[in-house]
């Protein structure tokens, strides 16, 4: 275990809908990053938040969005949702950052699988 | 752009033989290297890293990885795989001065299936 949850653990949206899913971080990491793995694929990376600011984005687009608070949890926002969305959703977190940006470790959490119908 | 490529993509093996899975990237300058496995019903877990140093690697479970600069490689070995090795690997690199700092990119994975 890891000490990175995530909630809920199953969803199931229509399309057009909007979700939101959380994410709470290990207990002394301060940075967040997450994930979308589609069936049968590595995860890609959506986005990262330290210090309640986004450092860093992947390729997707701005209906997909997060949030970092002050005790560091975070929440990833998809609005509009597509059937290609449904994708297990992974929260990481990290120390890095602060450690130094060069020895960033990611731990996981177990995920929340979205289902769009 | 920078990518990850993991050669097998379903490897079957007997108990107690031997393991390699292959991973190669594509990105000139310093990496961060990692391998993470995804065990049945379970999350994502660290098996282990690279950052700098002596390029072989020791992980948990007997695993270790050999960072190979020149061939842009860090392939995962076990000299003796256990039924409960049965999971997916998943490589993963993270590129120092690119824009994304935080984002790691990762193979699509390799079913490892091991057999009684």
């Known amino acids: 275990e890891t000490g990175v949850t995530q909630s809920p653990t199953h969803l199931i949206k229509t399309r057009g809908q909007q979700v939101t899913l959380r994410c709470s971080s290990q207990s002394g990491h301060n940075t967040v990053s997450w994930y979308q793995q589609a069936l049968g694929q590595g995860p890609q990376f959506i986005f990262q938040y330290y210090r309640e600011e986004e450092n860093g984005r992947g390729n997707f687009p701005p209906r997909f969005s997060g949030l970092q608070f002050p005790n560091y949890s975070s929440e990833l926002n998809v609005n509009a949702l597509e059937l290609d969305d449904s994708a297990l959703y992974l929260c990481?977190?990290?120390?890095?950052?602060?450690?130094?940006?060069?020895?960033?470790?990611?731990?996981f959490g177990p995920g929340t699988r979205l289902l769009v119908l | 752009a920078q990518s990850v490529s993991q050669h097998n993509h379903h490897v079957i093996l007997s108990e107690a033989a031997s393991l390699e899975l292959g991973c190669n990237y594509s990105?000139?300058?310093?990496?961060?290297l990692f391998w993470y496995v995804q065990y049945p019903g379970q999350h994502l877990q660290l098996l282990l890293k690279?950052?700098?140093?002596?390029?072989l690697v020791k992980g948990i479970k007997g695993f270790e990885a050999e960072f190979i600069k020149s061939k842009f490689s860090f392939n995962l070995r076990k000299p003796s795989v256990q039924w409960s090795d049965t999971a997916e690997y998943f490589c993963?690199?993270?590129?120092?001065?690119?824009?994304?700092?935080?984002?790691?990119?990762f193979g699509q994975g390799t079913t490892l299936q091991v057999k009684p």
């Open positions: 690279y950052f700098s140093g002596d390029p």
């Open positions: 993963a690199v993270k590129a120092y001065g690119s824009s994304n700092t935080g984002k790691l990119i």
């Open positions: 990481a977190s990290s120390s890095g950052l602060a450690g130094g940006r060069n020895q960033e470790t990611q731990y």
């Open positions: 990105y000139g300058g310093t990496v961060n």
